[in-house]
């Protein structure tokens, strides 16, 4: 960044086409220039602080909210009995304790408001940070509506519920409940052995939505009426992403319970592939799950005939140059071998183990890290790509798999019917704006802004390719 130091506060980082993008060194101040409704109409809007709402001009379609103002509130809750990871030793009995689980749900409001800031922590989990987006705290609900589809959304190892916050207020914004979970230790806060995420995150995530079908049948609560789970969707990133697998019926391999450094005294066992427990685990309200550089493939967590039991239609994210779960070995792999189900595979090409999922770097990222010996802009950025074009793709395509798996829009089929290599895509269309038969580009992005990405289809049944 200190090529930009001389330049003043704010900084016209680029033209592309006549539209002018604009940040600020160090993200304090931006200028930032959003498109309105109208195409090819471009106005300049000033911001402060960390914004998880930005929508660059040339982001697609569905990247841009719905109709409804978001509001969102905080949930403590607690799954109780359940095996205490962190103090089981190599013999039985098992010690079990009361499992503690923060959830922020975004949800559709009934009037826009003003905006309340979302207080939480930098990745050291010591750094206080403020990031600014479009969601009220405990804004009443639009109950007219009622009720709104579920989705869940589940951090990295270790993230925090606000990782996702973009993704979770666009969700919102298009008539959806999005719960976020702070997944026990795993957070900034309170990262801890990592064999307590290997097993507790399913089991997290379908504890949450247990809780959230509980929370909408109590009368007179936040949530009463509001949120249907009879088709739920699971977004999960990283292990968030290993977690939705497993819950969407993908068991992990025998050679992975047995890890000295995994989970302790073979509790991992009760997510084995054909095994009785794991099976009971499965819920069949799940209907959707976007699994974003899910871990583990290459680590021997899954083999064929565990990937095989995948049974939910799975949008899988990765970047080609993931070096924290891989990819031809990794995620790609994955995606091939879940036999099971319909599934795709959005890849953004030369981008690494960030793609899509992290908002964007808060200030407070750019200062190094005594507490963590690095520059924490490293656990939200990407080298080669911008994180607010990731997100507004990830929000884009996320809208269109979960509006045609969680709502039955079959309309939003279109936007994953795409050629493979978005560049080999031809941009035809007539005077008066509409596709000739030549015309092959991808639903939903205007010519020349789908470059960098690849976007393949497997039917169920289709082996690995």
Request: proline share 8%; with cysteine; hydrophobic share 40%.
């Amino acid at each position: 960044m200190a090529i930009f130091k001389g330049l003043g506060p704010f900084l016209l980082a680029c033209v592309w086409g006549g539209l002018a993008f604009g940040q600020s060194a160090l993200g304090e101040n931006r200028i930032w220039l959003i498109a309105p409704d109208a195409p090819l109409v471009v106005k300049a809007q000033m911001t402060s602080g960390n914004r998880i709402d930005q929508i660059r001009p040339d982001a697609p379609d569905l990247a841009h909210r719905g109709p409804h103002p978001v509001g969102r509130l905080t949930l403590s809750l607690t799954n109780p009995d359940q095996i205490d990871i962190l103090n089981t030793g190599e013999t039985a009995p098992l010690p079990r304790y009361d499992r503690p689980l923060t959830v922020e749900v975004f949800y559709p409001a009934a009037a826009k408001t003003a905006p309340d800031p979302i207080k939480t922590y930098l990745r050291d989990g010591k750094t206080p940070v403020t990031l600014l987006g479009t969601s009220t705290l405990d804004a009443a609900p639009q109950s007219e509506s009622a009720p709104y589809p579920l989705v869940l959304i589940s951090h990295g190892y270790p993230g925090n519920r606000f990782l996702m916050s973009h993704l979770a207020e666009s969700l919102a914004s298009r008539g959806y409940v999005a719960a976020s979970i702070d997944h026990t230790d795993s957070t900034y806060r309170d990262k801890a052995a990592f064999g307590s995420t290997l097993v507790n995150r399913p089991l997290d995530q379908l504890f949450v939505l247990d809780e959230m079908q509980r929370l909408t049948d109590m009368p007179g609560g936040p949530l009463s009426g509001l949120i249907d789970t009879s088709k739920t969707g699971l977004v999960g990133y990283s292990m968030g992403g290993y977690g939705a697998l497993i819950a969407g019926g993908a068991g992990v391999t025998e050679k992975s319970v047995g890890y000295e450094w995994g989970a302790p005294n073979r509790t991992l066992a009760r997510h084995t592939a054909g095994s009785k427990t794991h099976e009971s685990l499965i819920d069949p309200r799940l209907a959707a799950i976007i699994a974003i550089g899910p871990w583990g493939r290459e680590r021997d967590f899954w083999d064929a005939k565990g990937m095989a039991g995948l049974r939910i239609p799975t949008l899988f994210v990765a970047g080609s140059e993931d070096d924290i779960s891989g990819y031809e070995n990794g995620v790609r792999k994955l995606w091939q071998e879940a036999t099971g189900t319909d599934r795709h595979l959005l890849t953004f090409l030369s981008a690494n183990h960030n793609a899509a999922a992290p908002l964007p770097a808060p200030a407070e990222a750019f200062a190094f890290s005594e507490t963590l010996g690095w520059y924490p802009y490293e656990h939200y950025a990407d080298a080669v790509w911008d994180t607010v074009r990731m997100n507004n793709i990830l929000q884009h395509f996320a809208a269109a798999f979960l509006d045609l798996h969680v709502k039955g829009d079959t309309q939003k089929a279109a936007y994953l019917n795409l050629v493979p290599e978005a560049e080999m895509g031809v941009h035809a269309l007539d005077d008066g704006g509409l596709p000739t038969p030549d015309h092959s580009y991808w639903t939903g992005f205007a010519d020349r802004t789908a470059k960098g990405l690849l976007f393949e289809t497997l039917p169920a049944g289709a082996p690995a390719q």
